[in-house]
Each structure stands twice: as structure tokens, then as C-alpha cells.
């Protein structure tokens, strides 16, 4: 499989640090997609109430949690979609995300939305991953 990952000639990609323009993924062996992630510990409780830095962490673990199981790693993930309550808070997002994609970064939109399915809850994250 062959995955190349950019930015077109002339489009600044503002936050290079945390996704990119493009992912061309060619002849991958499996798609995995991974649900919606809230900020769940393994017991099902809330992590992080108030904080989307720490919300943002915990469903990043989640994500990361799910790849394992199903044989990838967050290197492999090719597109993210954030929703999040509050997008003045994007920055704590974004520092979240670098500590999770160093390298081989994903597509990635983010969109603000009323409200998640749980009270509280200010971030729910989904990725989809190519192996």
C-alpha cells in the first residue's frame, strides 16, 4: 500500500502541525473506521469534565485503544472529523492532537455543533485509518 500525504504547490497550510491537505491512500489492505469517541474512561465514566484538553486526550486514547484492537496505530489514520461545542476552544484541541499525530498527519475537519449526545461532553472525535 502507498500512502502520500501534502499540501497542493501555493496552498499555506496554517496549522501544519496537525493535518494535512491531502492523503492519497493506494490499494490499502483494510479501511478501518472508528466511531464517534467521547471522552469515556473504560468504565464508561466522563474524563476530563470542563477541560477540553483532557476531553480531547481521552478520546484520542479511545481512538487509539480501538486502532490497536483492530491492528492499526494512529500513524495509520488517513481523515479525523472533531465536533466540538465550543470552537473558540480549538487551540486546546489542537494541543491535544500534536502530543497524538507527530508524523503522517491526517486530513482533518472540525465543526462546532449545539450539543453531544451526553451533557458535559465538549468534544466527540471519529477517524477512519488505512492499512
Same mark, same amino acid.
Given at each position: 500500500?502507498?500512502?502520500?500525504?501534502?499540501?497542493?504547490?501555493?496552498?499555506?497550510?496554517?496549522?501544519?502541525?496537525?493535518?494535512?491537505?491531502?492523503?492519497?491512500?493506494? %490499494?490499502?489492505?483494510?479501511?478501518?473506521?472508528?466511531?464517534?469517541?467521547?471522552?469515556?474512561?473504560?468504565?464508561?465514566?466522563?474524563?476530563?469534565?470542563?477541560?477540553?484538553?483532557?476531553?480531547?486526550?481521552?478520546?484520542?486514547? %479511545?481512538?487509539?485503544? #480501538?486502532?490497536?484492537?483492530?491492528? #492499526?496505530?494512529?500513524?495509520?489514520?488517513?481523515?479525523?472529523?472533531?465536533?466540538?461545542?465550543?470552537?473558540?476552544?480549538?487551540?486546546?484541541?489542537?494541543?491535544?492532537?500534536?502530543?497524538?499525530?507527530?508524523? %503522517?498527519?491526517?486530513?482533518?475537519?472540525?465543526?462546532?455543533? %449545539?450539543?453531544?449526545?451526553?451533557?458535559?461532553?465538549?468534544?466527540?472525535?471519529?477517524?477512519?485509518?488505512?492499512?
Amino acid at each position: 500500500m502507498s500512502i502520500k500525504r501534502g499540501n497542493p504547490p501555493g496552498m499555506k497550510n496554517v496549522r501544519a502541525t496537525v493535518y494535512n491537505h491531502y492523503v492519497r491512500v493506494d %490499494n490499502p489492505k483494510s479501511m478501518i473506521f472508528v466511531s464517534g469517541q467521547l471522552a469515556r474512561d473504560n468504565d464508561g465514566q466522563p474524563v476530563g469534565t470542563g477541560s477540553m484538553l483532557e476531553q480531547t486526550r481521552q478520546c484520542l486514547r %479511545n481512538i487509539e485503544s #480501538a486502532l490497536t484492537a483492530a491492528g #492499526a496505530s494512529m500513524s495509520d489514520v488517513v481523515w479525523t472529523t472533531v465536533y466540538t461545542v465550543d470552537i473558540r476552544e480549538f487551540k486546546q484541541i489542537v494541543a491535544a492532537r500534536e502530543e497524538f499525530f507527530k508524523d %503522517n498527519l491526517p486530513t482533518s475537519t472540525m465543526i462546532e455543533i %449545539n450539543h453531544l449526545t451526553e451533557p458535559g461532553m465538549l468534544v466527540e472525535i471519529q477517524v477512519i485509518a488505512a492499512i
